[in-house]
Nanobody
């Protein structure tokens, strides 16, 4: 599985950005997908994820109410709508995918085998 991210960039505080992650092949089944972010010198942290059945979504406390994760039903493309951006949201954002053993693993980087190349988000 290959993941291709897009949509990062620079934005002012209070603004919005939308990230996309397209899986290849797109007809993957029973995969959960998530967004992580990382800043230099810090561990990669889970931001949001969607369970394979698309029945549940998960968010880090720091982004609840501001970020929304969603997935295109047909092509499995994963999105992260980021509103009310803050300077502390500045990071490299990564998309991840795998068949998780349980939803409680959503924020654990080690639970995912497949990763995108990352896209930079800078908020000033």
């Amino acid at each position: 599985v290959q993941l291709v991210e897009s949509g990062g960039g620079s934005e002012q505080a209070g603004g919005s950005l939308r990230l996309s992650c397209a899986p290849s092949p797109w007809h993957i089944t029973n995969y959960s997908m998530g967004w992580f972010r990382q800043t230099p010198g810090k561990e990669r942290e889970g931001v949001a994820a969607i369970w394979s059945s698309r029945s549940s979504t998960y968010y880090a406390d720091s982004v609840k109410g501001r970020f929304t994760v969603s997935q295109d039903n047909a092509k499995k493309t994963l999105y992260l709508q980021m509103n009310s951006l803050k300077p502390e949201d500045t990071a490299m954002y990564y998309c991840a995918a795998d068949r998780l053993l349980g939803s409680w693993f959503w924020a654990s980087p080690s639970a995912y085998r497949y990763w995108g190349q990352g896209t930079q988000v800078t908020v000033s």
